[in-house]
């Protein structure tokens, strides 16, 4: 009897204060080690401007392929869990610790005030497509079925975002 396909989820990380990059794979470590996934490939880090934050620090990104333990629900809750224990204080358009976006969750789709799969603005991030790109070339958003190299393609100019360290296995 064959086994069916582990979930694959992919994550986005990002920093833009403290210790930027060791937020970025310090989380990862917290995700497993609090068993909500196993960490499959962590992209290169990639340092990118500040989305709607004029003057901000910088961030740290990368995006991360991981067989999920939870639930997806109960995993976005463990990052939520995460990014208050390594000390997030920003919000959506302040400077932050560390944050975590759960991108997709397999082939789910989902719209609730808690949960919307796949997130509903990764696909007009470049500090996202570029990375999520880079370890899965072949992926196709679970809900509108569009490939990542067509994202990309339709996203403008003027995304400054910058490989700054190579790519990492799980």
Known sequence: MRTAPPVIAYLGLGSNLGRREAAVLGALRA????????VNVVSSLYESEPDGIPGAPRFVNAVAEVEPLLPAAGLLERMKSIEADMGRTGGHQESREIDLDLITYGAETSASPVLTLPHPRFHARAYVLIPLSEIAPGFVCPKTGTPVSDLLARLSAGFAVERISGRRTG
């Not at 995700?31 to 196993?38: D, K, N, Q, Y």
Request: without cysteine.
């Open 31 to 38: 995700l497993e080690s609090a068993g909500a996934a196993r």
